[in-house]
């Protein structure tokens, strides 16, 4: 009998749909994942680790209220809030690796003047 590896991302679209994110959104969590499982070696439950992951993307996306998007990701992916903030707290010092810095029109604009 083959066991397999269950990892964060198995679990990212199941839980990004329960909550209702768009495509780009999971595009930046899968890709936040992804960049967490080849980089960082995190002693977490995989499911953990997708709550945290999708409740910094929900952060980034402009959520107001921290409170309430944590209470959102915890309900929809039946983490405890206390478990996501702990993981969250874990991942905070790599959030620079796991999430590529907003193109901003003047990225695409810059080098275009410059030719």
């Given at each position: 009998m083959d066991i397999g590896v269950v990892s964060a991302s198995d679990y990212l679209r199941r839980f990004c749909s329960r909550l209702g994110l768009g495509n780009q959104e999971v595009r930046d969590a899968q890709e936040a994942v992804r960049r967490l499982e080849e980089r960082l070696d995190v002693r977490r439950n995989p499911e953990s680790i997708a709550a945290a992951v999708i409740y910094m993307v929900v952060q980034r996306a402009g959520a107001t209220n921290s409170?309430?998007?944590?209470?959102?990701?915890?309900?929809?992916?039946?983490?405890?809030?206390?478990?996501?903030?702990e993981a969250h707290k874990d991942l905070t010092p790599h959030a620079h690796m796991l999430f590529a810095p907003p193109v901003t029109a003047h990225d695409i604009i810059n080098p275009l003047l410059q030719a």
């Open positions: 409170n309430s998007a944590v209470k959102d990701v915890s309900v929809a992916t039946g983490v405890a809030e206390g478990t996501i903030k």
